[in-house]
């Protein structure tokens, strides 16, 4: 879906582009330069290499004194090395004098570590959040944190951006029978995410019951809901090894559904994730582009671009109007 700018608004960007500036790091840079050709701006040049041990080296390569600096990152694979070149960024961005620095991180890594579930746990989460604000960001940009609690772990300002709109726009052109739809929460902690999106497409929800004994590792129960002869669409925050989005889908297909979908904002697919994906009774797997897909992919995932929707993002920001009603206005484009 395309978020076009009025030709007012593009002249109002490149006249600020003295003062506005996109940089990437190695994480996600065709995320970034979307992003940028959306804005109607070039990306920033940076240096970014590491040393032969490792150590990240990062220098701008331009003036972005007095600046608003947005810097693209995701924390996604390798995960540890993202981040830490991010902070790196940031700091140079600081020390170079940029007026503002926003950190947008399409995947927020750690996120799953938001709380203590047995003693002795860190809370990753939190300790992520707390090196941003040291290391000199002034403003988060998220996109679909795991739990929305997350944001009060920041001490920076934070825009929590939801690919809800991006993901609805795409079920809706499919021109289903709201009557034979049904959308399912592979768990119950996700309910809330289940009903926002049953409510939109106007459809009943359904949950799974699910049990994890241990990290990765999730049993499936039971189901709550009727499936029976309609089109089951599982709505997740991330597919990770796609374990309890692939056992949700078999116990969907015993219950009677007639196609089972699966739609999520992050695709971390680690581990055998590709693989249990492909021989999966799901007939399409929708993902936006927060991490890179992996050119391997099976032929049923299919990557929607957020391009536009985090472009709209920085734009409110740079010209300090409101991201609440972001989402809103994005559905009616």
Do not use: W
Not at 45 to 56: H, L, R
Not at 269 to 298: D, H, K, W
């Amino acid at each position: 879906m395309a978020l076009e700018l009025s030709e007012m608004e593009k002249r109002e960007i490149i006249k600020s582009a003295k003062d506005i500036k996109v940089f990437s790091g190695r994480a996600h840079q065709s995320l970034a330069q979307d992003i940028a050709a959306h804005l109607g701006i070039e990306p920033g040049t940076v240096q970014i290499k590491n040393f032969s041990d490792g150590e990240i080296y990062v220098r701008v390569q331009e003036s972005i004194r007095g600046d608003d600096v947005f810097i693209i990152q995701s924390l996604c694979d390798p995960v540890n090395r993202n981040l830490v070149e991010l902070l790196i960024m940031i700091d140079a961005f600081k020390r170079a004098s940029a007026k503002n620095i926003t950190a947008v991180i399409p995947y927020y890594a750690y996120a799953r570590q938001d709380r203590k579930t047995s003693g002795r746990e860190a809370i990753s989460a939190k300790l992520v959040a707390d090196l941003l604000a040291t290391a000199g960001a002034t403003r988060v940009v998220a996109v679909d944190l795991h739990t929305g609690q997350l944001q009060g772990f920041f001490n920076t300002l934070v825009d929590h951006v939801m690919v809800r709109p991006v993901l609805i726009n795409y079920i809706q052109n499919k021109n289903y029978n709201p009557k034979k739809l049904v959308v399912v929460s592979p768990d119950a902690g996700g309910v809330e995410r289940a009903r926002s999106y049953a409510k939109l497409l106007n459809c009943p929800i359904a949950i799974v019951d699910k049990r994890r004994q241990e990290h990765n590792v999730a049993e499936i129960e039971n189901l709550i809901g009727d499936v029976k002869d309609k089109t089951a669409i599982l709505v997740d925050d991330m597919i990770d090894t796609a374990g309890t989005i692939c056992a949700s889908a078999n116990l969907l297909k015993r219950e009677g559904a007639k196609e089972v979908l699966a739609c999520a904002a992050h695709a971390v697919f680690s581990g055998p994730a590709l693989e249990r994906l492909e021989n999966s009774v799901m007939s399409e797997v929708i993902i936006t582009n927060t991490i890179p897909l992996r050119e391997n992919a099976p032929k049923k995932i299919v990557q929607l671009n957020i391009a536009p929707l985090l472009g709209e993002a920085i734009k409110r920001i740079h010209f300090n109007k409101s991201v609440t009603d972001l989402l809103e206005n994005f559905n009616r484009q």
